[in-house]
């Protein structure tokens, strides 16, 4: 099992930091485990930034909601934050 290193607790367990992305148009708020709010500059928000675990490193998954039905349109992957945030904005 990995650890996380002195404390012994599982490294899945530990929270997960906010991703970084440039400083400008857009924030994060925390809406769960590996997932975020991605909020424009009115408040408005533009979907959710989802963190997803790939064999390669840590991908990023932007999905809007469908208001209709409360599920989550995949608008794409990437590896980059900013990448994932940009797709969100359109």
């Known amino acids: 099992m990995i650890t996380a290193e002195h404390t012994g607790t599982p490294a899945l367990a530990l929270p997960w930091t906010a991703p970084a992305i440039s400083p400008g148009r857009e924030t994060l708020q925390r809406a769960g485990d590996r997932l975020w709010r991605v909020i ?44 994932a945030v940009a797709a969100l904005r359109f």
Do not use: M, N, Q
């Open 40 to 83: 424009d500059e009115k408040g408005t928000i533009r979907g959710h930034l989802r963190l997803v675990a790939d064999p390669l490193g840590i991908r990023y998954r932007a999905e809007r909601l469908r208001a209709g039905t409360g599920s989550f349109l995949l608008v794409g992957e990437f590896w980059d934050a900013d990448d």
